[in-house]
């Protein structure tokens, strides 16, 4: 039980007929100021029920709380302030973190149930830019975070590998496309085309309609299409696999739309035969009115089928094949009005369990303030931009440390975990401007800063020269320890908050506190100095190092041992 959960049972038994449980620990608050305690319990929204001045019932309620495993609890206004017993306390959260390593913190709060994550899910035919970076990294961490609380995530790329834009595709590639060209470097000559495509057809607009009777004859099978169509999948996933490859990211499936283009049938049928669906100028519908949403499109006119059919198909698919108890789309902002028109249809079907399907929407990555588009040539290759990273940190590393032996591996789990956290490190409904000059710094609130202050811990470590017990007595005195502790104490909360609201920037959030923290430390003690605090020092350091290599690897981020 941790100290939180104790004060909020010494609570629940004068207070119960007042407040539950939930809503004492929401009020519960950790001071600012040491001196005020290490967690505060104010007593305003009593004032009402008890019909008293707040410093009175605050007197009378800590009056009646037991105080032992508590140094004291004192009252100051209308707040009890409950201050830990750092003996006790100590011993028991250092000695918990060294026992347990890298488990410190699991919980069973999922009971293996399982989660599938729709993630990363570029479109083939085009390189991954910095556009597709935040649905990758923000799925692999929440990924990570889950299975840590023991859900069972299964990552699922879901290539936008169907739609018109296959139609404009290979419009363009038999129009004015030259195959030697494309096979030299299929990728980026088929983002040449597909922009190609758009400029001509500005100027001549009979390119779309083309273009889409050219996807309804791939959808009808047409072997041709679907020669061209494979052809341009395997050379995007043998593009895609070696930024994944840098990112150390793998996928459980890469299913993608095409993959539900004969299961989008039964969907439709559903549909018509529950009455849920009309037909409209030709077109096949869901009237969402009761929902303040647009009308839902199932099928066009032509008979195309659209993203919310297949997305309909997948719904079923994913929930028949893996049952799951939350299925997840970690899909930019833009898309959320589509996640709601996909619920509301589901629901509409009778499906209770697309109430477990979640939307975990972000901001965008802009570059100099504008949006990335691969529409109009705007694209900044996301490989690329990841083997400039590794070079920053390469010369930053052999500047400040030349013999390192293994120099070009620690510098690219430096250069792709600059990337990744700071990406991670922003809320992600945020949107932000890339820097990468920026972003590979060893200072401020970087990657590389919490990466620097873990191998700088190690070192010291490795200066001790002993094995670290795991048994401790705790005999610490200064303030920069036990601040440490509180900080340690609370990792297993801040991972289940990271969980809860699907949001990695917790968890980044607490790394950099923890590494300042840590440093602060480093600057103001004599770690290594021989008295009887010694063997506490460095039990806390390593507590320290267990706790930031495991933030970092929630984050899919190397901790290298020596930088």
């Known amino acids: 039980m941790s100290v939180k959960d104790k004060i909020v049972e010494l609570l629940h038994k004068e207070l119960s007929e007042h407040l539950d449980k939930d809503q004492l620990s929401r009020l519960i608050e950790k001071p600012s100021n040491s001196e005020l305690g290490d967690y505060a319990f104010p007593v305003f929204s009593l004032a009402k029920i008890f019909r008293k001045a707040p410093n009175a019932i605050a007197e009378e309620l800590a009056a009646k709380l037991d105080p032992s495993g508590f140094e004291k609890v004192q009252v100051v206004g209308a707040y009890i302030n409950f201050f830990i017993e750092k003996g006790a306390h100590g011993n028991s959260v250092i000695g918990e973190i060294l026992s347990k390593g890298s488990d410190y913190g699991c919980t069973d709060v999922g009971k293996g149930g399982n989660v599938p994550i729709d993630m990363s899910s570029p479109n083939i035919a085009k390189p991954m830019s910095m556009g597709h970076l935040r649905s990758t990294v923000l799925g692999e961490s929440i990924a990570k975070i889950l299975a840590k609380i023991n859900y069972n995530p299964i990552r699922i790329n879901h290539l936008g590998d169907w739609g018109t834009q296959f139609g404009k595709l290979i419009v363009a590639y038999k129009g004015w496309g030259d195959e030697e060209v494309v096979k030299a470097d299929p990728v980026n000559e088929l983002v040449k085309l597909y922009v190609d495509f758009h400029e001509k057809a500005e ?137 709601k028109q996909l619920k509301a249809v589901l629901k509409e079907m009778g499906n209770d369990w697309s109430d477990d399907m979640h939307h975990i929407p972000f901001g965008l990555i802009t570059l100099n303030g504008k949006k990335l588009s691969t529409r109009k040539g705007k694209i900044v290759l996301l490989e690329k931009v990841l083997h400039e990273a590794i070079e920053i940190a390469d010369e930053q590393i052999a500047a400040k440390n030349p013999n390192l032996e293994n120099r070009q591996e620690v510098a690219q789990q430096v250069g792709v975990g600059a990337v990744v956290f700071h990406d991670l490190k922003s809320d992600r409904l945020n949107s932000f401007d890339f820097n990468l000059d920026e972003v590979v710094q060893f200072e401020g609130e970087t990657g590389p800063y919490v990466q620097y202050t873990y191998a700088r811990l190690n070192t010291v470590i490795a200066k001790y020269g002993k094995e670290v017990s795991d048994t401790v007595d705790f005999n610490l005195d200064d303030e920069n320890s036990w601040e440490i502790i509180k900080l340690l104490q609370n990792y297993p909360e801040v991972i289940v908050k990271a969980a809860t609201e699907y949001e990695p920037s917790v968890i980044a959030k607490y790394a950099i506190t923890l590494a300042q923290q840590a440093n602060k430390y480093y600057a103001k003690v004599r770690i290594l100095e021989e008295n009887d605090q010694l063997e506490t020092r460095i039990q806390l350091v390593k507590a320290v190092t267990i706790v930031l290599k495991d933030a970092l690897s929630l984050l899919n981020i190397k901790a290298p041992e020596r930088m």
């Open 203 to 339: 100027e001549n607009p009979e390119l779309e309609d083309q273009a889409r009777q050219v996807f309804k004859e791939l959808e009808e099978g047409n072997q041709e299409y679907l020669d061209l169509w494979n052809w341009f999948k395997d050379e995007s996933i043998k593009t895609f696999k070696k930024v994944y490859d840098l990112l150390d990211i793998h996928f459980d499936y890469y299913t993608g739309e095409s993959f539900y283009n004969d299961k989008m049938q039964e969907v439709i049928d559903i549909l018509a035969d529950k009455g849920i669906s009309h037909i409209e100028n030709g077109a096949t519908v869901v009237n969402l009115d009761k929902y303040n949403l647009p009308i839902a499109l199932i099928k066009k006119s032509d008979g195309a089928t659209l993203y919310l059919t297949r997305d309909l198909a997948t719904a079923y698919y994913r929930k028949r094949t893996f049952d799951f108890v939350q299925s997840l789309y970690v899909v930019g902002s833009e898309q959320s009005d589509h996640f």
